[in-house]
């Protein structure tokens, strides 16, 4: 606790609560990351789903970079955040639901990753569909990303603000 109570008071911490335009720009840009990474996770459940099936799986490939960059603003801007109130943010229950729907979702994803590249040829080349394994992965990962999003949305309902 001594290091969240040092991390709520430092310049840090006040540059981000006491200024409003930082913390809707920082709240901005986390928003647009989150569109961006969550967005890919849709399109690419979706479409291991049986949607969109004349898609080939190797256009996903092209958006990784971006994906990764988003993630990157996402950790970026949720740290920022975060120490404008840790204390509080910590013990907040939908904040660590969030953080484990997150880390389970990354898993997830990356498990979908490997479920497709044993998937024969004609999947990622589009017009066929995926195995049933892969379709599960897809739809558990659209759920969990779900969830992450959801339970983000509550903190801004249930968080003491200092």
Partial sequence: MEFLNWL?????????SDNMLVYYTLLAGHAIGMGIVVGFVYMLSARVMGFGIDIPLTIFDRLYHLTWAAFGLNFATGMLLFSANPRNLIVNP??????????????????????????????SAGGTAASARSRTLALVTFLVWTAAIVSGRIIAYTVKYV
């Fill in 8 to 16: 709520g008071a430092s310049p840090l911490a006040h540059w981000v």
């Fill in 94 to 123: 939908p904040f660590l639901l969030k953080l484990g729907f997150i880390a389970v979702g990354g898993v997830l994803l990356w498990a979908l990753s490997r479920s497709l590249e044993g998937e024969p040829v004609a999947v």
